[in-house]
């Protein structure tokens, strides 16, 4: 029998279960949205080049009804708060990427982040301002305490990304997943909602 929630753990579990869809989340330069039907090219060609999913957890997408199925999927998932697996569109409302909170746990009040980027947007800084985005969400609207994020120890790019944001790394978990018969570690990241708002508060200052 699951134990009772605390009064915040509640607050999370309510604020979640409350969502009238996906949150729509606006920054400078991109927005978060809701994946639709018609993302479907644009889903496989982010999901289905060997650069970006070259560290990720499963195979390039071979085929555009697997980015449909991916699609159906997301939207189920958010139907039952399972994930929030935004769309990162850009200025033309196109999607560019992909940005998901996961593994809610309202009891401790942690959840996890992932993203993607098209390589065509690399080394703008979108990922950061999409990232930067659902972690204001996650942390000033649901009230989460800790952010969590995993990453292949060899995508440097990933890890600059994250220590960036703040994010620590507090470990590697070893041989933890395959992709076909390759077997690689994986880098554990945390971010407490502490180390947000104090690193917002630094970027903040430099630009005044």
């Known amino acids: ?20 869809g996906f949150p729509l989340l606006q920054g400078p330069r991109v927005r978060l949205r809701g994946p639709r039907e018609d993302d479907d090219a ?6 289905g080049d060997a650069r970006v ?9 071979q085929g ?15 139907a039952e708060r399972r994930l929030i697996n935004w769309a990162i569109a850009d200025e033309n409302d196109a999607l560019v990427g992909t940005c998901t909170l996961f593994r809610f746990d309202p009891t401790h009040r942690r959840v996890e982040l992932g993203y993607a980027l098209h390589p065509d947007q690399w080394g703008r800084g979108l990922a950061r301002e999409a990232a930067s985005l659902a972690l204001d969400w996650a942390v000033d609207v649901v009230g989460f305490h800790r952010i969590d994020a995993g ?42 909602a502490n180390d947000w708002r104090c690193q ?4 903040a200052a430099a630009v005044r």
């Open 1 to 20: 029998m699951p134990l009772p929630l605390t009064p915040r753990s509640q607050a999370i579990a309510d604020v979640l279960a409350a969502l009238d």
């Open 151 to 192: 990453i292949d120890p060899d995508n440097l790019a990933s890890r600059a990304l994250l220590h960036r944001l703040g994010f620590l790394t507090e470990g590697v978990q070893r041989e933890s997943f395959f992709v076909g018969e390759r077997v690689t570690d994986s880098e554990l990241l945390g971010l407490l």
């Open 42 to 47: 644009a889903l496989f060609a982010l999901f």
């Open 53 to 61: 999913m070259r560290y990720w957890s499963r195979p390039p997408m």
């Open 64 to 78: 555009i009804d697997e980015a449909r199925e991916q699609i159906a999927r997301i939207q189920a998932d958010m």
């Open 200 to 203: 917002r508060e630094t970027a």
